[in-house]
């Protein structure tokens, strides 16, 4: 159930309770005094939590490659674009 919402609680004669949600009963139980509702702490155990997996990298460009070279190399000694246009 979300938080802040309205929760109807209704007793009939007979002393029988219903719990309603957004017009739907809403199963429940009722707590016996005295007996725990959860394990305590100290007898539960922790879950394990899984390493999480190794990354698996894909293949990498190799250091002659074109990605590696800056953009001056591409042009290989031709006349910028902007000079180009400008002339």
């Known amino acids: ?3 802040r919402r309205t929760v109807q609680v ?12 957004r017009d739907r009963l809403v199963p429940w139980r009722e ?9 305590t702490p100290s007898t ?3 879950p394990r939590i ?3 997996a190794p990354r698996v990298r894909g293949p990498r460009a190799g250091a002659d490659h074109p990605w590696r070279q800056g953009f001056g190399a591409w042009r290989s000694g031709s006349t910028h674009l902007w000079q180009a246009i400008r002339d």
């Open 44 to 46: 539960t155990v922790p």
């Open 31 to 39: 707590l016996v005094p005295g007996h725990a509702a959860l394990p």
């Open 10 to 21: 209704c007793e009939a004669r007979d002393g029988t309770l219903t719990i309603r949600y």
């Open 50 to 52: 899984a390493a999480p």
């Open 1 to 3: 159930m979300p938080a």
